[in-house]
DNA sequence: TATAAGGTTAACATATTTGCTAACCTTTGT
DNA sequence: ACAAAGGTTAGCAAATATGTTAACCTTATA
C-alpha cells in the first residue's frame, strides 16, 4: 500500500490552508450542511424528502443539530438529489515542518 | 440560512485545485483511505480493532473495496483511533465562472 | 515442515438507523 | 379567524450496519 503523501496531505501542511479549511469543516455540523445545499437548491424539506424517497420528518432529523448516526448511502442520496457530491476524507492530524514546495 | 460561498466553494472553483482534489478523493475510496491512514500510524488491522473494540474481520470488511455501507460514528472511530480527522464535505456541482479573486 | 502474523470471508444475532404516521408549532396570506 | 406552507418532534416497525465466531489463505521464519 502506499504510504507517501497526497495532495491534500501536502495542502493541509500550509498553515493559512489549513486554517481556514478546519474553520470550515472540521466541527462536522452535518445537519448545517444539509440544510446549506438543499437550500442552494432551492428545495423544501418536503420536496426533498419526495426525491429521496423518504418524508420530511426524516430530513427535519437529519438536519437537527444533535444527530450524528448518519449512514454515507444516506448522505450520498441527499447530496445527489441537491445537486452536490459528497467528498469523505481522513487527514492526518500531526501538523510536520510546511515545506516551501507546498504552498498554494 | 447563509446562501453565501465558502471557502471551500471558492477553492473549487479554481480549475487546478478542483482536478486534483476530485482526483484524490471523487471516487469515495472509503476502504482504501482506511487502510491509507491504518498503515501511516503503523497499526495492524487486529491492534486497530482493539483500539475501536471491535474485531480484525471488521476491519478487514471496513476495507474492503466492495462494501458501502459505512456509519459516520464509525468512520470516526476509526479515524481517532489511526490519529486522523474525519471531514465531511458537501460540495455543489455546477460549475459556475471561475472568478479572479477565487484564484488561489 | 511447522508455526505465527497479517489478512479475508461467510453466517448469524444484536444494535442502530431509517421511514412512517400523526400531532404540533410558527409564519404568511386571505 | 382561518388555511396553507414549511418545519419539528415522538413512537414504532422495518431495514441495515455492526460485532462475533470460526474457518481459511499467504507469507515469512524458525
Known sequence: MKKGKTYMDK???????????????????IGE???RIRHQAHLTQAVL???IDTTKSAISRYESADYTGYSLPLLKRV???CGADL???????????VSRSARL
Open 87 to 97: 467528498r469523505i476524507m481522513f487527514v492526518a492530524k500531526r501538523t510536520r515542518n
Open 11 to 29: 495542502l493541509m501542511e500550509n498553515k493559512e490552508f489549513r486554517k481556514r479549511f478546519d474553520k470550515e469543516y472540521q466541527n462536522l455540523c
Open 33 to 35: 450542511q444539509i440544510a
Open 79 to 81: 447530496a445527489k438529489a
Open 49 to 51: 424528502a419526495k426525491r
